[in-house]
């Protein structure tokens, strides 16, 4: 292995020259130079080398030697080189050439050349020892590490001889003096260079500011002018059409003058669409004439209603709903108010421009369209008219108007329930007709027989076939079967929707009932599981069932805290205001303090013979009758009845404004209910939280509340009389005697502190 290196790094041996020829003389041959040591590959080992290859090579060595019978004598080899291998060498790769091979001995006759003039072939590649790339990487690391070597002989031989880096460049040796002046001027430099750098930055950069600027501002001018040309050739196009527009509704307006004035009296300036009942009346007779076109247009393009006998009945009538519908549009349309930023615009040019700017004048103008005058080119038909049906806006106002003003809204929602069913029906009717006017009137037995009357008869069809009550005539053909079909899909879906609708309008309706009959059952399974005794259980029911007849509802806070405190206000003042005014107690206080006691009312309801007060029970509430009575009573079984008060009373005010420390609070009579009675109660704690807000009405509400305890005689009074009579029974004390006090001064004095003080402490 060593044997091979050595060889591979002694580099190759060079071959004979080809050239010489045999007629040449032997002269003696001139003494060469050693070449330089060349790399020469090993030979590969013998463990991968196969025999073929040996055997190639070897014929390739014997063939040379035997075409070249008088070589020239080669110069000696290096003394560091070894024998030359088998394989003839061959020339180093371009990227790491060998070096060449020792020159040879020239021949003879410098001027002959060989035979035929043949030049002599390159030499053969070096053998690979390893694989070809590792073989070149090798060979050119040891050509540099030579191309080194030779370079660091020079510099031993010649030390004054440069390296082939850079040098660095010499550091000045300064004096310590000079040092810091030189430091201090590079420094200065460098911030002077540094500043020059940021002003040419700066500089640049404001430049391209102010460039990016100037195209903006370039590009703002052009669009600018831009959209001024294009505004101008807008507004001027606007301005035709304003000016053709206005001069149009000028020249309306003026023709319509004298019917809108003779109108105000009866109509006024403007309505309320909401609370103006003479609208909502209007908006009826609307409806009917949107009816009259909804049912009659249909029922004429399908059915032969177009005789010549009453065509001008349908021509009358239909005049008529015509004329509804222009007196629509131009008396009660513009007069409606409407609001804008929260006012009410009550202007009749506000309120004109409004409907006229609206999508709905446009549905109005577009209804209006005479397309009836087609009748005198293609005749009497019913179809012109499908442009009345526009009007459908005006059937769903009423319809919201009507709901708001009537107590019991449900009722029409289940009238208008119904009529979707029965135009369903009456379309269903119409195309069934159809139909059996395109098989043949008569031809089967599932169409039209044409026996009576046609509406009536194809009615009947459409209400046993969507509602599928069966019964039908079986259809022969597929026209027939396909129709049949159709019409029991649709009827399932529209039944089902519209029984689904019914359900939801009832169960609106009934929704408060309900509410009230689940929470009388829950209240009385509750009492039966906890076997509660058989007569407080008619109570609680009789308590439910008047409860219910008399407010419609369990507890009226419920609705009433849903309204705004604005609402809720104005329904307390007309309910209570004037009854609580009338209470000698509240008599003199702020009116919004009234206002603010009136929210914090509580209605309570009491079977007959409920006690509401108990004597002796501590008040904290006080009591106004809303309905029904009660009854002052006393004796020993209560028994004897002082005083019945009525609706419009008040009891129970004073506890409210006397503390317990003298008695005031505890109630002086037995007080229960004459029959069912509805009270309002106002809360201790509430009045208290009021008066905070209120301390004049305070003042004036305890000064009052003192008077009427006196002139009531309360409780506290004779309690004051009574502890009076019971010290009487002791004597009042006597004086300290003058003599003491004179003589003793300021000790006597303190003797008497500390004695109190003992029997304090005791």
């Known amino acids: 292995m060593f044997g091979k290196l050595k060889g591979f790094l002694s580099g190759p041996q060079p071959p004979a020259p080809l050239g010489a020829t045999t007629a040449a ?19 590969a080992p013998a463990k991968e080398e196969k025999p073929a290859d ?23 080899p290096a003394p560091t080189a070894a024998p030359a291998p088998a394989a003839a060498p061959a020339p180093a790769p371009a990227a790491a050439p060998a070096p060449a091979p020792a020159p040879t001995a020239a021949p003879a006759n410098p001027d002959q050349a060989g035979p035929e003039g043949q030049e002599a072939p390159p030499p053969p590649p070096p053998p690979i020892v390893i694989n070809k790339y590792s073989d070149e990487q090798l060979r050119a690391i040891i050509k540099r590490m030579r191309e080194r070597l030779e370079i660091y002989k020079e510099k031993a031989i010649d030390i004054y001889a440069s390296s082939p880096e850079i040098s660095p460049p010499v550091t000045p040796l300064l004096p310590k003096d000079v040092y810091p002046n030189v430091i201090a001027e590079r420094e200065r430099q460098a911030e002077e260079e540094r500043k020059k750098k940021e002003e040419a930055e700066k500089k640049k950069k404001e430049e391209q500011e102010k460039k990016k600027k100037e195209a903006e501002q370039k590009k703002k001018e052009e669009e600018e002018k831009k959209k001024a040309e294009g505004l101008d050739q807008q507004k001027e196009q606007k301005n035709l059409t304003t000016k053709l527009k206005e001069t149009t509704w000028s020249t309306v307006d003026m023709v319509l003058k004298p019917i809108e004035d003779m109108m105000d009296s009866v109509l006024g300036q403007t309505m309320d669409p909401f609370t103006d009942r003479r609208y909502i009346a209007w908006l009826s007779l609307v409806t009917l004439a949107f009816n009259y076109n909804t049912w009659f247009i249909t029922a004429r393009l399908c059915f032969p209603y177009h005789t010549e006998s009453a065509i001008p009945y349908w021509f009358a009538m239909d005049l008529l709903a015509d004329f509804i519908y222009l007196a629509d549009s131009v008396l009660f349309q513009p007069r409606k108010q409407f609001v804008k930023a929260g006012d009410i615009m009550k202007d009749r040019v506000m309120t004109k421009k409004s409907y006229r700017d609206s999508e709905r004048f446009m549905a109005d103008m577009v209804s209006l369209i005479p397309f009836d005058l087609l009748y005198l080119q293609f005749g009497f038909k019913s179809i012109f008219r499908a442009n009345r049906l526009l009007k459908v806006d005006t059937f769903f106002e009423f319809s919201d108007r009507l709901e708001s003003i009537m107590a019991k809204a449900y009722i029409w929602r289940v009238i208008r329930t119904i009529g979707y069913l029965l135009f369903m029906l009456h379309l269903n009717a119409c195309f069934y007709y159809v139909a059996s006017a395109y098989q043949g009137i ?22 046993r076939s969507l509602i599928n009550i069966g019964g039908l005539n079986e259809p022969h053909t597929v026209f027939e079967i396909t129709f049949q079909m159709t019409n029991f899909f649709v009827g399932v879906f529209v039944f089902s929707s519209l029984i689904g609708q019914m359900r939801d309008v009832i169960g609106a309706a009934t929704a408060g009932q309900t509410y009230f009959r689940t929470s009388m059952d829950n209240t009385v399974a509750y009492m039966v599981t906890n076997r509660i005794p058989s007569l407080v259980q008619n109570r609680v029911r009789t308590w439910y069932t008047y409860t219910w007849d008399a407010q419609g509802m369990l507890d ?29 107690l509240f008599k003199g206080c702020d009116q919004q303090m009234l206002v603010d006691m009136l929210l914090r009312l509580k209605s309570i309801v009491y079977l007959p013979g409920d006690f509401v007060v108990k004597k002796g029970d501590i008040g ?70 009021i008066l905070v807000h209120y301390p004049e009405s305070q003042k004036v509400l305890a000064r009052k509340g003192r008077k009427l305890m006196k002139a009531k005689g309360p409780a506290a009074a004779k309690l004051e009389e009574d502890k009076k009579k019971g010290l009487a029974l002791f004597g009042p004390k ?24 003992a029997a304090g402490g005791r």
């Open 25 to 43: 003389p032997d002269p003696p041959p001139a003494p060469a130079p050693a070449p330089a040591p060349a790399p020469a590959p090993a030979p």
């Open 442 to 463: 008569g031809k089967t037995k599932w169409v039209y027989s044409g026996i009576g009357s046609a509406y009536l008869r194809s009615y009947y069809f459409a209400v």
């Open 556 to 584: 009226e806070s419920e609705l009433l805290d849903k309204m705004p405190l604005v609402m809720r206000t104005a329904i307390a003042v007309d309910i209570n205001l004037a009854t609580f005014q009338k209470i000698d």
């Open 620 to 689: 904290k509430e006080m009591y106004i009758i809303k309905s029904g009575a009660v009854q002052v009573v006393g004796g020993p079984d209560n028994s004897i009845v002082f005083v019945t008060l009525k609706a419009g009373c008040v009891f129970g005010e004073i506890s409210l404004l006397q503390s317990s420390k003298d008695g005031g609070n505890r109630r002086t009579a037995n007080v229960k209910a004459y029959g069912f009675a509805n009270l309002f109660v106002l809360e201790k704690k509430d009045l208290f939280d």
């Open 54 to 76: 040996k055997e190639n090579e070897a014929e390739k060595v014997d063939k040379p030697q035997e075409s070249t019978p008088a070589p020239a004598p080669a110069p000696a």
């Open 734 to 757: 006597p004086p300290t005697p003058k003599l003491l006090r004179a003589v003793g001064g300021t000790f006597n004095k303190t003797i008497i502190d500390k004695m109190k003080a």
